[in-house]
Antibody, heavy 115, light 107 residues
Framework: QVQLKESGPGLVQPSQTLSLTCTVS????????VHWVRQPPGKGLEWMGR???????SYNSALKSRLSISRDTSKNQVFLKMNSLQTDDTGTYYC?????????WGQGVMVTVSS | DIQMTQSPSSMSASLGDRVTITCQAS??????LIWFQQKPGKSPRPMIY???NLANGVPSRFSGSRSGSDYSLTISSLESEDMADYHC?????????FGSGTKLEIK
């Protein structure tokens, strides 16, 4: 059974760095891509970036300078780090695995950027 | 980057109505498009993949189609449980891009 679960701090101060972890089960990170997607409150979805099955990464053009995605295959974890957070980075952050027949999603983690 | 222009941003329809939501791609994406349904407080759920294919467990009243650069999600007969937000995503080219979303309400 494919599962993804995001974890990380619920509150981050402005200008600080956000660190999130996506822990997966039911599949191998060396066989499937994992993406990060975020959603500001009451707004649409924004694709942030991807960890490819072979370790390559791709990033949203608008976030590329602040964003880093990495992984630890031995722990079945994918990591997101984004620096210089501002209030408009507040939202729900999801990790998701792509799949030809539809994507699998984690439950999401709410992150609030506030002092 | 490929732009996905989704319309309408919101709509209200009656039970039993036929409803269509559209995403227009700024470049050729082939059929590399997914439609997601998202209910309040929930993660997105895939409804249609590769533009026209029904995802597992999705009711047959949902369908996807393509006309040129326009991709549509149609609900043939609206039911109350269909009240949700709908998002399209192109996965033809990185960076991947979502449409801006459609909020579907029941009259």
């Amino acid at each position: 059974q494919v599962q993804l679960k995001e974890s990380g701090p619920g509150l981050v101060q402005p200008s600080q760095t956000l660190s999130l972890t996506c822990t997966v089960s039911g599949f191998s990170l060396t066989s499937y891509n994992v993406h990060w997607v975020r959603q500001p409150p009451g707004k649409g979805l924004e694709w942030m970036g991807r960890m490819r099955y072979n370790g390559d990464t791709s990033y949203n053009s608008a976030l590329k300078s602040r964003l880093s995605i990495s992984r630890d295959t031995s722990k079945n974890q994918v990591f997101l780090k984004m620096n210089s957070l501002q209030t408009d980075d507040t939202g729900t952050y999801y990790c998701t695995r792509d799949n030809y027949g539809g994507w699998y999603w984690g439950q999401g983690v709410m992150v609030t950027v506030s002092s | 980057d490929i732009q996905m222009t989704q319309s309408p941003s919101s709509m209200s329809a009656s039970l039993g109505d036929r409803v269509t939501i559209t995403c227009q791609a700024s470049q050729d994406i082939g059929n590399n498009l997914i439609w997601f349904q998202q209910k309040p407080g929930k993660s997105p759920r895939p409804m249609i993949y590769y533009a026209t294919n029904l995802a597992n467990g999705v009711p047959s009243r949902f369908s996807g189609s393509r006309s040129g650069s326009d991709y549509s999600l149609t609900i043939s007969s609206l039911e109350s449980e269909d009240m949700a937000d709908y998002h399209c995503l192109q996965y033809k080219q990185y960076p991947l891009t979502f449409g801006s979303g459609t909020k579907l309400e029941i009259k």
